[in-house]
């Protein structure tokens, strides 16, 4: 995925006319910060956090708890969401981090402990105006409560805009949950009108997650022509020309079902939803997940990168030179950090704002991104993901 980013970003650069030097200024990141942490019980992990650009304002990235986590990956999602929260016009800069541990593997008590202690390792360069974190892979409201409250018993700042998704009770924001796969919608929607595709269309979903599950509910919400006909999750999953409700196919994912034993339809493994015979394909799942090895086999007209890097430097080209459109996780996807940046603002400003003031921010936000990267990509003849790389890298440098 870092290989991936630096390539983007210094394919665009190019083409905007910057000089090698600048281009090195924009891949490199401000700090990084390595520690490790011992818990009680004698197990040591590794925890990283890293600091990409604050040009534009505090630091802003997710917390990763995961065994496959790595400094590549820590920097290149820290990289991205630099791109992403400049493409999105937001005051934030852009930073990750991450602990190398299966949280599956450990106790309630063991998993506070982590989580406090990951803030004492690094309470010196984080907060309100430094640096902001948020929950990502395997974290969550309850992990930045116990994150928040370790700041305030560190610092003293009591305004809980150190971290963001955090729960509704401790400080965090109405339409947190829902941001990034309604996020999708809006792009998508914004998108299709541009191009003046108002007929139904097909799509297939690769992911049944937080981000998969809204963008399926919120589109069967908003389109009635945006027919769902396959989702998978990491079991595999169903396919069906005629089409699955989102709220039936959530219900039954909700307790605890695989989407591979579902009811109705054609099984379909992973792969083979890749290559299915629909108008748009929705990545929700992993980085990754269309490589050179399966990108010969989609047949969409639109990728709409959900997920982080799920479609590899090599994949990307060649989806290019198939006529095909990617719609960057950049853009398609900073739905949640937008509303993470709301969060930061309500309560820098000791408010709580309700849900549907929150979506139209999203919406105006958003609407405003697309537009600006659709123009970019029509005046300069460039792809919407050089395009979005381009509006980030006016903005950074
Ligand atoms: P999640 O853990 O809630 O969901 C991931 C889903 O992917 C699960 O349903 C899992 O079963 C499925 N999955 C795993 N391996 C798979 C495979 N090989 N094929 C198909 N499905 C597979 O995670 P999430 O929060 O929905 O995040 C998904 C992606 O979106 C990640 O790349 C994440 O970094 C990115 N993202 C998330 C947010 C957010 O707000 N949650 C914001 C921006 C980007």
Redesign the pocket.
């Known amino acids: 995925m870092l290989e991936t980013a630096i390539a983007l970003i210094k394919d665009t650069g190019k083409k905007l006319g910057l000089a090698d030097k600048q281009i090195d200024e924009l891949i490199a990141t401000d700090a990084e910060h390595d520690f490790e942490i011992k818990l009680k019980s004698g197990k040591q992990l590794q925890a990283y956090r890293v600091q990409h650009s604050n040009k534009l304002g505090p630091y802003k990235g997710g917390i990763r708890f995961h065994p496959n986590v790595n400094i590549d990956e820590v920097q290149a999602l820290a990289t991205l969401m630099s791109f992403k929260t400049a493409v999105a016009g937001l005051p934030m800069g852009g930073g990750k981090g991450g602990v190398v541990v299966n949280p599956k593997e450990l106790t309630e008590a063991e998993l506070e402990e982590l989580s406090r202690k990951y803030v004492r390792g690094l309470h010196q360069h984080i907060g309100p105006d430094k640096d902001v974190p948020a929950p ?2 395997n974290t969550n409201a309850k992990i930045i409560d116990w994150m928040v409250d370790e700041f305030e018993q560190l610092s003293g700042d009591k305004s809980k805009a150190s971290f963001t998704g955090k729960s509704i009770a401790k400080g965090g924001s109405l339409g947190r949950d829902a ?2 796969g309604r996020g999708g919608v809006i792009v998508l929607r914004e998108l299709l009108n541009m191009l003046s595709i108002n007929n139904p269309v097909t799509y297939a979903l ?7 599950s809204f963008f399926a509910l919120v589109s069967e919400a908003e389109h009635e022509n945006w027919k769902l006909v396959a989702a ?4 595999g999953g169903v396919y069906s020309r005629d089409a699955y409700s989102a709220k039936d196919l959530n219900e039954y994912k909700k307790t605890g079902n695989k989407l591979a034993d579902y009811k109705s339809g054609q099984k379909i493994s ?1 792969e083979g939803l890749i290559g299915l015979d629909v108008d748009i394909l929705v990545l ?4 990754d ?1 269309v490589t050179d090895k399966n990108v010969g086999q989609i047949k969409a007209k639109i990728v709409l990168e ?5 479609v590899t430097y090599d994949a990307y080209k060649r989806l290019g030179a198939d006529g095909k459109i990617v719609v960057p ?1 950049i853009l398609a ?1 900073a739905g ?2 937008i509303v993470s940046y709301l969060e930061w603002l309500q309560n820098k400003n000791e408010e709580h704002w309700p849900e549907d003031r929150v979506n139209r921010e999203l919406e105006n936000h958003l609407v405003k991104a697309t537009d600006q990267v659709y123009e970019l990509s029509k005046k300069d003849s460039m792809t919407l993901t050089e395009a979005a790389f381009a509006v980030a890298i006016k903005r950074l440098t």
């Open positions: 990502d892979v941001a990034t690769q992911g049944w997650g937080n981000v998969g998978t999750d990491s079991s992973n929700a799942a992993l980085e997940a959900l997920a982080n890097g799920p996780d996807n949640g950090v």
